[in-house]
Nanobody
């Protein structure tokens, strides 16, 4: 019904930058919050940043001042601009969206397949 497709991951040196994108498609009536989560090996998935459909943002303390989340509602796309990357940012990054597929249906959570971000020299 709804697909989230991430792109933009890769290998980057410490101090470098990357931009992740996530496009939602399918049976979409409306999208509430969108966000990025990450999961490092041996750790639980954690919130990185979220953004409401009105543009209000929330960040994990560990990324404040380095990462910026944004969205283009006309394209059902959310972005994560990452600067000053550190080795501890290495993880699989997952896109999340709260999607209503029809006017009278509740909002459901959808997840992307994940994109690997590796910060290493």
């Amino acid at each position: 019904q709804v697909q989230l497709v991430e792109s933009g991951g890769g290998l980057v040196q410490p101090g470098g930058s990357l931009r992740l994108s996530c496009a939602a498609s399918g049976s979409i009536f409306s999208i509430n919050s969108m966000g990025w989560y990450r999961q490092a090996p041996g750790k639980q998935r954690e919130l990185v940043a979220t953004i409401t459909n009105g543009g209000m943002t929330n960040y994990a303390d560990s990324v404040k001042g380095r990462f910026t989340i944004s969205r283009d509602n006309t394209k059902n796309t959310v972005y994560l601009q990452m600067h000053s990357l550190k080795p501890e940012d290495t993880a699989v990054y997952y896109c999340n969206a709260g999607v209503r597929t029809y006017r009278t249906l509740p909002v459901n959570d959808y997840w992307g397949q994940g994109t690997q971000v590796t910060v290493s020299s």
